[in-house]
Antibody
Framework: VQLVQSGAEVKKPGASMKVSCQAS????????ISWVRQAPGQGLEWMGY????????NYAQKFQGRVTMTTDTSTNTAYMEVRSLRSDDTAVYYC???????????WGQGTLVTVSS | DIQMTQSPSTLSASVGDGVTITCRAN??????LAWYQQKPGKAPKLLIS???SLKSGVPSRFSGIGGGTEFTLTISSLQPDDFATYYC?????????FGQGTKVEIK
């Protein structure tokens, strides 16, 4: 099982970012994808979950309206877009394989997104 | 939201010591509790799911116990590779939430 994320990005406040997460080594539609972020020197923050077998998403309240999670089953890739970026969105963003009864068990390598003017 | 509180925040120990980390939820999460290990600059690694189920490949010196609102992670004999930060996570109800982390450092 492997999840490979897109590379680091630098964004200006107010811009948008989109991180990709390509999965391999398992049947993509058997598990969903969770997204978790970690600000510098801080703990882990769950952002949301997307099913890969149905149009179901669950977002943490604080990200509702600003985050969109999608998947492309033809390429086994998950995406997360965050809009209206602020400096406190600077963090490492992780994708992870998960399901409603399985916690994130395999994680991507992380994508550092820096928001700075 | 379910709030997860870990204690202690930092733990100083020596190789060979047994250590215990506690995780408390402010509401019942049954046994839907996971433990992770994270080293600097690396993604978290799942150690335990369903409160006590050790992930394949994880050394048996790691163990978890608990249910409802109180859970513990025990490392029976610390090894040099175990010095890291540990997080608990509840996945009983959305939003899933993490504890603030416990850093296990060398004494």
């Amino acid at each position: 099982v492997q999840l490979v994320q897109s590379g680091a990005e630098v964004k200006k406040p107010g811009a948008s970012m989109k991180v990709s997460c390509q999965a391999s080594g398992y049947s993509f539609t058997t598990y969903g994808i969770s997204w978790v972020r970690q600000a510098p020197g801080q703990g882990l923050e769950w952002m949301g979950y997307i099913s890969t077998s149905s149009p179901t998403t669950n977002y943490a309240q604080k990200f509702q309206g600003r985050v969109t999670m999608t998947t492309d089953t033809s390429t086994n890739t998950a995406y997360m877009e965050v809009r209206s970026l602020r400096s406190d969105d600077t963090a490492v963003y992780y994708c992870a394989r998960a399901s409603t009864v399985v916690p994130p068990d395999y994680w991507g390598q992380g994508t550092l997104v820096t928001v700075s003017s | 939201d379910i709030q997860m509180t870990q204690s202690p925040s930092t733990l100083s120990a020596s190789v060979g010591d047994g250590v215990t980390i506690t995780c408390r939820a402010n509401g019942s999460i049954s046994r839907w509790l996971a433990w992770y290990q994270q080293k600097p600059g690396k993604a978290p690694k799942l150690l335990i799911s369903k409160a006590s189920s050790l992930k394949s490949g994880v050394p048996s010196r790691f163990s978890g116990i608990g249910g409802g609102t109180e859970f513990t992670l025990t490392i029976s004999s610390l090894q040099p590779d175990d010095f890291a930060t540990y997080y608990c996570q509840q996945y009983n109800i959305y939003p899933e939430t993490f504890g603030q982390g416990t850093k296990v450092e060398i004494k």
